[in-house]
């Protein structure tokens, strides 16, 4: 599962070649603390994105904005989760186009040190609206995504990218598992740990501090690592830093050599210096709306709305009363829940997901785990169908727990597919801006994601479309139309 997650003239019809570097290709060896920086900041969106899942119908029901109306959870809830997509893609394509023209290093440390505060703002927040306040800063501070996936692609070449980019999952799945899980773990610390907490008066007027507070932690770690060891990556600025070192070291050279002959300091200006290479002119938007590219887009846009929309229903059905056709779960297990099988789509981004991409092409695993979803929406449906039989939840009710969340497993090996359809197709010199296009397309579709689907799930309950099943149904013909297009991308080059 995955919350963040975010490339021929013409669209071939031949068969697609395996991306994979021929056996003659010596691959050339990652540089894995580099990587590791870009993947600690790429880590932070799912994480202060997902915290508040399993909790966020409980905070949204203790504001009293509700009325004390269960069935209007999910609205609110909705809003809540989509503002920060919205907030983001807002912004997303702004801090990509600002990293190709200023560098990929201090657009990237912006993000988590701003977040960290956001976090923190959200979590002494107790009515509907500071909510609202703090959850869109959370999301512009997150609109540096892309940027990391651009630092990515210059890290790396033909012969390791896809080696780098199924990390990406990992950092995705990692950080949409420890999101949720801080959240059911550590949402009601003085309820749970009175005996540590329940004297404190923070934890018990801010049930939900202290999740919001780890994750502000978190982002903050990932800003001071990336600030001390992180290097610029675009090709302009890491020329013009090594310039600049190469020049200090020269005239540091002559000075000595000047004083040694007693000729005295060299004045800087008298050193001869290359002049600085301009920057390469920044193309319009439209003209990176190849066919290639709208594509791939429009693959992103498809696959961000199906996957928030599970990852937002996810708990809704989870914690909604067996009456209603939910499962009754508390936060504490529908985090547990979530954070067990995404550790198992972790190990299958680097293991085999990322085996798969290379011995069947990005194009062809893209198509595979994305139909995954009509099978995830499926369990959804059948789960609602033997809960209202059973009226508890049984022991066949946990085995399609089970199944339902295992048919998401192949969704993590749809992200690397597509950076590498990015990377493939982007025009030189635009990756930055290409990569934020895709996060401002994903962004976007995901703050109308939650909302879509959270109302569906409210509609489907409270007018009884289809017997309560219309959510699905709808859900699973969104994922028809997407495969439709993604049988339309681009064959590997």
Known sequence: MSMSNDNESSISSSPEASPSPPPSVAVTPLPKLQILFALLIQGVEPITAGVIYPFIPELIERT???????????????????????????????????????????????GPLGLAFAMLGFGLSKTFWPLVVFRCAQGMFNGNIGVSKTVLAELTDETNRVDAFALISVAWTSGATLGPAIGGMFANPATRWPDVFGNLWLFIDYPYFLPLAIA???????????????????????????????????RALLAEN????????????????RP??????????????????????????????????????????????????????????????????????????????KRLVKKFGARTMFIVAYASF??????????????????????????????????????????????????????????????????????????????????????????GLLDGYFVYVVLMGVTLLGLWFAFRLPHAK
């Open 374 to 463: 009509l099978g995830d929406f499926l369990g959804l449906m059948i789960l609602r169908v033997m809960v209202r039989r059973a009226g508890r939840v049984t022991t066949a009710v946990w085995v399609v727990v089970v199944l339902q969340q295992a048919m998401a497993l192949l969704v993590s090996t749809a992200y690397t597919p597509l950076a590498i359809i990015y990377v493939e197709n982007a025009p030189a010199g635009t990756l930055g801006t290409v990569n934020g296009l895709a996060q401002m397309i994903a962004s976007g579709t995901r703050a109308v994601g939650p909302a879509f689907a959270s109302s569906l799930f409210a509609l489907s309950l409270q007018s």
């Open 258 to 273: 000047n004083t040694e002959n007693g000729y005295g300091t060299v004045s800087t200006e008298s050193v001869a210096t």
């Open 216 to 250: 502000g932690l978190l982002s903050l770690v990932a800003f001071v690592l990336a600030l001390l060891g992180l290097k610029e990556t675009h090709p302009h600025f890491k020329t013009k830093r090594d310039r600049d070192r190469k020049s200090g070291e020269n």
């Open 64 to 110: 009293g904005v509700t009325g004390g109306d269960e069935t209007k959870i999910g609205y609110y809830a909705g809003i809540i989760e989509s503002l920060f997509f919205l907030s983001e893609s807002l912004v997303v394509a702004i801090w990509g186009r600002a990293s190709d023209s200023y560098g990929r290093k201090p657009v990237l440390l912006l």
């Open 276 to 353: 600085e290479d301009g920057l390469p002119q920044r193309p319009s938007y439209r003209s990176l709306l190849t066919p290639e590219l709208k594509i791939a887009f429009t693959c992103q846009g498809f696959l961000a709305l199906s996957d928030i929309s599970h990852v937002v229903l996810i708990p809704l059905i989870y914690s909604a009363s067996t009456k209603l056709g939910g499962l009754g779960f508390a936060p504490s297990r529908i985090g547990t829940i979530l954070g067990v099988f995404m550790v198992c789509n972790a190990l299958n981004s680097v293991t085999l997901g």
